[in-house]
Nanobody, 124 residues
Framework: QVQLVESGGGLVQAGGSLRLSCAASGRTFSFYAMGWFRQAPGKEREFVAAISYTGSTTYYADSVKGRFTISRDNAKNTVYLQMNSLKPEDTAGFYC????????WGSGKPLDYWGQGTQVTVSS
């Protein structure tokens, strides 16, 4: 069983930065791929980024490539999403997820665990 708790959301001006954190409980954190999704009001949830359990493989949505960086610290059971050059269209609830596999995160496949989310609001 893995429990995920996100933090780090908030209000930021366009062009600014935020770093989201997702703290995981459970001793098997290092065996899970981790990632982030987001959902804006009235829109479907969309994939943002994912990272393999070793950290050697990462995937990003085209909309965030070059601006967002996903990383993890298995010693701290934490995954991070560094978000730079934020735009108003990045405004959304951001959700952390965990899954046994790194593949298929952008395909809509069911994932093993989800956090409750943290709100990111980017003002223009």
């Amino acid at each position: 069983q893995v429990q995920l708790v996100e933090s780090g959301g908030g209000l930021v001006q366009a062009g600014g930065s935020l770093r989201l954190s997702c703290a995981a409980s459970g001793r098997t954190f290092s065996f899970y791929a981790m990632g982030w999704f987001r959902q804006a009001p009235g829109k479907e949830r969309e994939f943002v980024a994912a990272i393999s359990y070793t950290g050697s493989t990462t995937y990003y949505a085209d909309s965030v490539k070059g601006r967002f960086t996903i990383s993890r610290d298995n010693a701290k059971n934490t995954v991070y999403l560094q978000m730079n050059s934020l735009k108003p269209e990045d405004t959304a609830g951001f959700y952390c997820a965990a899954d046994r596999l790194i593949t298929g995160w952008g395909s809509g496949k069911p994932l093993d665990y989800w956090g409750q989310g943290t709100q990111v609001t980017v003002s223009s």
